[in-house]
């Protein structure tokens, strides 16, 4: 009687282990397979971000009248469309950004969104001719993926450029573009470290910041 | 053959004579009070930057910009592959002393090949196979610290480990030797004045937008110099750097949400 209980037991015991470990065998390919999906997945979704921005600037310039102000609406379209601007905004603040107040980090992006299109509009005749062709996309962690290429010039007075993107791509939101990286020098890090120098130049004020890049503003 | 000139003693004794001047003169800043910890002489550095910015306002950018106009394109590569090819020795050198043998017997190749032509013409199948290598890079990958960041006149920006390269590259160049008549040594002095215009030229719209666009062109020179030398050793000597990566910094960017 007491060996029949005892073997009910084992047996339960058996029987638990084994639909545990079933379960287990079952969700461990998953997990595993879930880990490759998830970096093809944001290899995909920042390749997706890269091709429609190309596409976008390709368009902008097959329809270039040279008129300013359509321009700057483009420019800015594309800019809110496929680029993280809080995320640079914040990475290129570096650690003054925490002891920044809410009005003067809301000054700064306004004001580096202003001066990244103002950039862009000066120099967009630059980017005509040029074609740009990835040549592969690497996962940084599960967050980021940095997408490889170079631009051609199509009239072959420029030498060919490396550039990479670094596009974020969480899980839960649409990736977008963090840095742009030209011959391997990142131009978000270049941009940091300015920053950082002019902060530290005023004692550490970060509205000095502020000051400095609209100082630099061409008059509109 | 290869006696040393006395006009090339001169000027290779003057560069590390007036490095270590000028490393005399400089006075460190407090490190609480520094805009980047790998510049204790920012003071010194940036009178430094002041002067270099200068020469290339009134020398420098002008020449360039002439260059550009009146070299034909064809001129202009035969000229920078004729830089590239003097520096082969120092690749083979430099090369052999890391163990990089295949990277050493190429760049020996490249050079004996391409003396045919004085280095004006590239004959070789693919130039781009030689991976450049300095003394820097050699110090490098013996792990010698990178040292204190320093802005030289005339040469630019360097650490103290690529200014102590750049010495050991000039004196280890058999180039340097040479005594091969007028037209050799004509070749010898002209080259380094040729070789900035050239560079400059080739970087003319880059330079042009860190010196005019920068908010602080000595920052934003730095930080690229720092960016472009940390992807050379790492590239091409395999040793990760002193400083962090952009890699790193963008993986605490993104562990850190705030």
Known sequence: MIIKSQIGILTTYLRAWLRGGFVCLCILPLFLTSLPARASDQIAAANNVITSMIRDVETYLETDSGNVEKRTENIAKLLDTHFDLPGIARFSAGPYWRAASEQERIDYIRTMRDVVIGTIVRNFDQLSGLRFTTIDSQAKGDKMVLVRGSFNDSTGKRPAVSVGWRVITPATAPAKVLDVEIENISMLVTQKQENITIIRQNEGRFSALIEAMKKRQPAP | ?258
């Open chain 2, 1 to 258: 053959m290869f006696a040393l000139p006395k006009s090339s003693l001169r000027s290779l004794l003057a560069v590390p004579f007036a490095a270590i001047l000028l490393l005399a003169a400089c006075s460190s800043v407090p490190e609480d009070e520094r805009t980047d910890a790998r510049d204790p002489y920012e003071g010194s550095n940036r009178k430094a930057f002041a002067f270099n910015m200068g020469l290339d306002t009134y020398i420098l950018e002008p020449a360039a910009d002439g260059y550009r106009t009146v070299m034909p394109k064809a001129g202009r590569r035969a000229i920078d592959n004729h830089i590239d090819w003097t520096g082969l020795p120092a690749t083979t050198f430099n090369s052999a002393l890391q163990g990089r043998f295949e990277n050493a017997g190429l760049s020996a190749v490249h050079f004996v090949v391409n003396s045919l032509t004085l280095g004006l013409i590239d004959l070789t199948e693919d130039p781009k196979a030689v991976k450049s290598q300095d003394f820097g890079q050699t110090l490098a990958s013996f792990d010698v610290p990178e040292g204190n960041y320093l802005m030289v006149p005339v040469l630019g920006p360097n650490t103290g480990r690529s200014l102590a390269g750049r010495v050991v590259d000039s004196v280890t160049n058999p180039m340097s030797f040479l005594k091969a008549g007028d037209a050799i040594q004509t070749m010898q002095t002209m080259r380094p004045p040729v070789a900035l215009v050239s560079m400059r030229a080739n970087l003319f719209e880059a330079f042009n937008d860190v010196k005019y666009n920068s908010l602080d062109p000595y920052a934003r020179t730095r930080s690229l110099y720092y960016q472009g030398r940390a992807g050379r050793i790492n590239a091409m000597v395999g040793k990760p750097t002193d400083n962090r990566t952009a890699d790193d910094q963008f993986e605490s960017f993104l562990e850190d949400p705030k």
